[in-house]
Nanobody
Framework: LLQAYGGGSVQAGDSLRLSCVGI????????KAWFRQFPGKEREFVAA????????HYADSVEGRFTISRDNAENTVWLQMNSLEPEDTAVYYC?????????????????WGKGTLVTVSS
């Protein structure tokens, strides 16, 4: 239902843009979010955006560096990541929720895409 793209290996300070495309069943107006997972850790919230695209929420660790956006006509959500740090190295997942609230809990998201690996070297 969701397919994430755009991971890769970059240097600290570089930028990457992740894309999440909805495939098949339409989740166009669902709340969308990005999570990331470090080895041996639970998935952690990165950013979320309402279905209408006007409201967003970010984790403190990425506020000011990452930007989430969406285009419902293209059924796509993006995560623009700037000023990347080695601590951002993780597998990034996109997720969708029918709930209106911008939840930071992974348990509130019903649909998940496969992850895409982001590696940032110093």
């Amino acid at each position: 239902l969701l397919q994430a793209y755009g991971g890769g290996s970059v240097q600290a300070g570089d930028s990457l843009r992740l894309s999440c495309v909805g495939i098949g069943r339409t989740l166009t107006m669902y709340t969308k979010a990005w999570f990331r997972q470090f080895p041996g850790k639970e998935r952690e919230f990165v950013a979320a955006i309402h279905g209408h695209g006007r409201t967003t929420h970010y984790a403190d660790s990425v506020e000011g560096r990452f930007t989430i956006s969406r285009d419902n006509a293209e059924n796509t959500v993006w995560l623009q990541m700037n000023s990347l740090e080695p601590e951002d190295t993780a597998v990034y997942y996109c997720a969708a929720s029918r709930e209106f609230a911008l939840s930071v809990s992974s348990h509130e998201y019903e649909y998940w895409g496969k992850g895409t690996l982001v590696t940032v070297s110093s």
